[in-house]
């Protein structure tokens, strides 16, 4: 794996890396102390990155639509008006019921709690001839799946009833999508200026590597998740499972974290359907299950492929470290950024090697 890689090459990327992994921990732990900075960055910043998020995903359409012979801002108008149309009817269409799903759940909370309750204690029963260390385990364990619940439902609420923050959301960031893919062109060779001329060949290859790992595994991933959350909903409405446009939405959206995302999912929906009956739980489990059967064997590697070319040991690695940094949102960016660090280290190995 290493052959022709001098000692002192290894050494220096083993620094390198050792410094990036204690400036992100600094980073994390330092982030309370600047939280309320961070929360304004964040609020200020984040249309912005949506939006070229949006324009990243959309532009090579465009781009495919002018090559044949339709004029770019038509194009665009074609693409802005479909992707924000449809975004803007679906979100008419679901944000209320997912409203009401949530004061709902919100009024059946004590109920929930108490059943929970109950079975914890049962499983204390059960358990009881078990070592006094298993428990300690089993404390932790439920400790950490409390804290994960009520992180999530304090996240959903705070988030789906933000109106305001909702709308100038919705007013922004189609505008500055519309610039961004407008001046695409210019944009890029705008920062292609600051790049010194000797070294615009090899940062112009490992964008476009980067673009072409990044962008399939994104765009991929996207349409998958969209997919497990509308054949979820379909399910958990033939099955008359309460909250079932709720449930959906959370499958659906942690089922972009790889490996983890199904298990992290699939626990509000088996936490909510316990309520009912033990039945509709292995329903439930099972439909998963299914789903999740079809995207991995069929969806996956049609859509997704082998985008990011990255052995599971390191992408399971970079999930438990980015969620030991920074939670959900952690593993959500670990497999994007692990591609970003592994193309770009390909590259340098490859230059260093032809120098």
């Known amino acids: 794996m290493f052959k022709g890689i001098k000692p002192l090459d290894l050494l220096y990327w083993a620094i390198t890396g050792i410094v990036v992994f204690l400036f992100i921990f600094l980073f994390v732990k330092l982030s309370p102390i600047f939280g309320d900075f961070f929360s304004f960055l964040w609020y200020l910043l984040s249309p912005f990155l949506i ?3 949006i324009a990243y995903l959309v532009y090579p359409v465009i781009k495919k639509m ?8 038509i194009a665009i108008l074609i693409i802005y008006l479909l992707f924000f149309g449809g975004t803007a009817y679906l979100i008419y269409r679901v944000y209320p019921a997912i409203i009401h799903q949530l004061s709902d759940l919100n009024k059946q909370l004590p109920h929930l709690i ?10 204390y029963e ?31 609420v705070r988030g789906f009833t933000k109106v305001f923050d909702l709308i100038v959301f919705l007013t922004v960031i189609p505008v500055l999508v519309f610039y961004f893919l407008k001046d ?10 600051w790049v010194p001329s000797k070294y615009q060949t090899q940062v112009g290859d490992l964008v476009q ?11 991929g991933q996207l349409l998958v998740c969209l997919f497990v959350a509308f054949t979820t909903f379909a399910a958990f409405y033939i099955l008359d499972v309460k909250y079932a446009l709720l449930l959906a939405i959370i499958i659906g959206l942690t089922n972009i974290i790889p490996y983890f995302g199904p298990i ?3 626990v509000p929906a088996v936490a909510i359907t316990a309520a009912a009956s033990g039945k509709l739980v292995l329903m439930v489990l099972l439909t998963i299950f299914i789903i999740q059967l079809i995207e991995g064997n069929l969806l996956s590697p049609y859509i997704v492929g082998k985008s990011i070319n990255i052995h599971p040991i390191a992408i399971i690695f970079a999930l438990l470290l980015g969620g030991q940094l920074s939670g959900v949102l952690g593993m959500i960016l670990a497999v994007p950024v692990l591609t970003i660090m592994n193309v770009v280290t390909t590259h340098l190995i490859a230059i260093k090697r032809y120098n």
């Open 264 to 266: 992290i999912g699939a």
């Open 209 to 219: 590597a980067v673009d072409k790992s990044l962008g399939k595994y994104i765009r």
């Open 51 to 53: 939006a070229i998020l």
């Open 66 to 73: 002018h090559h044949f012979n339709i004029p770019k801002s």
């Open 114 to 123: 108490e059943m929970y309750r109950n079975f914890v204690y049962s499983l």
């Open 126 to 156: 059960y358990t009881a001839f078990l070592p006094e260390t298993v428990h300690d385990k089993m404390d932790e364990l439920i400790y950490d799946i409390e804290s994960f619940i009520e992180n999530l439902l304090t996240n959903l």
């Open 184 to 193: 695409f062109v210019k944009i890029k060779n705008y920062f292609k200026k």
